[in-house]
Antibody, heavy 116, light 107 residues
Framework: QVQLQESGPGLVKPSETLSLICSVSGGSIRNYFWSWIRQPPGKALEWIGHMSTTGDSRYNPSFESRVTLSADTSKNQLSLGLRSVTAADTARYYC??????????WGQGTDVTVSS | DTQMTQSPTSLSASVGDRVIISCRASQDITSAVAWYQQKPGKAPKLLVYAASRLESGVPSRFSGSGFGTDFTLSISTLQPEDFATYFCQQYHGAPPYTFGQGTKLEI
């Protein structure tokens, strides 16, 4: 079955760029939209944005100015880049596959702390 | 953006109980609601979509209902494995998608 695994540095300095990878196994990343979602401590989930391997992408306006999503079909991986991070970007970050507008498969998430 | 207000934030129950979790949307979202279950350290799991459609493989003790602004997730006979956090998601006219704050279901 399809499995997702997020990875990346657990600690990022303020003003730097947060970079995460979502590795997909058990299926191709083609033909789906893939989302990034985060959950700050004690807060609700926040949808960051999604993309497909055809290049279609949409972003939450709250993140649009500083987020980049990309895909590497040769590695079956998705990537998230979030620039100019602050402490408010401390969260657990998830990648998730979309079936229509719902998220049918999620990764376990990776914790990111923004601190100097 | 459509806001989702979920209640209660926590709920204590016992095995065998019936529980109901609610989500209220800040505007009419027809039936564009999904429900997820999350256990500590695990990936969230899709339970219900389109307000009342059960995802394949989800036990029939789970059910969803509602239309417009008010939605519920019901668990008819709690099993030990059901103690988890549940959250709703709206996708009407989305993106952006928005989520409820979550309900922690405890023994």
């Amino acid at each position: 079955q399809v499995q997702l695994q997020e990875s990346g540095p657990g600690l990022v300095k303020p003003s730097e760029t947060l970079s995460l990878i979502c590795s997909v196994s058990g299926g191709s990343i083609r033909n789906y939209f893939w989302s990034w979602i985060r959950q700050p401590p004690g807060k609700a989930l926040e949808w960051i944005g999604h993309m497909s391997t055809t290049g279609d992408s949409r972003y939450n306006p709250s993140f649009e100015s500083r987020v980049t999503l990309s895909a590497d079909t040769s590695k079956n991986q998705l990537s998230l880049g979030l620039r100019s991070v602050t402490a408010a970007d401390t969260a657990r970050y998830y990648c998730a596959r979309q079936e229509g507008d719902v998220f049918d498969i999620w990764g376990q998430g990776t914790d990111v702390t923004v601190s100097s | 953006d459509t806001q989702m207000t979920q209640s209660p934030t926590s709920l204590s129950a016992s095995v065998g109980d019936r529980v109901i979790i609610s989500c209220r949307a800040s505007q009419d979202i027809t039936s564009a609601v999904a429900w997820y279950q999350q256990k500590p350290g695990k990936a969230p799991k899709l339970l219900v979509y389109a307000a009342s459609r059960l995802e394949s493989g989800v036990p029939s003790r789970f059910s969803g209902s509602g239309f417009g602004t008010d939605f519920t997730l019901s668990i008819s006979t709690l099993q030990p494995e059901d103690f988890a956090t549940y959250f709703c998601q709206q996708y009407h006219g989305a993106p952006p998608y928005t989520f409820g704050q979550g309900t922690k279901l405890e023994i």
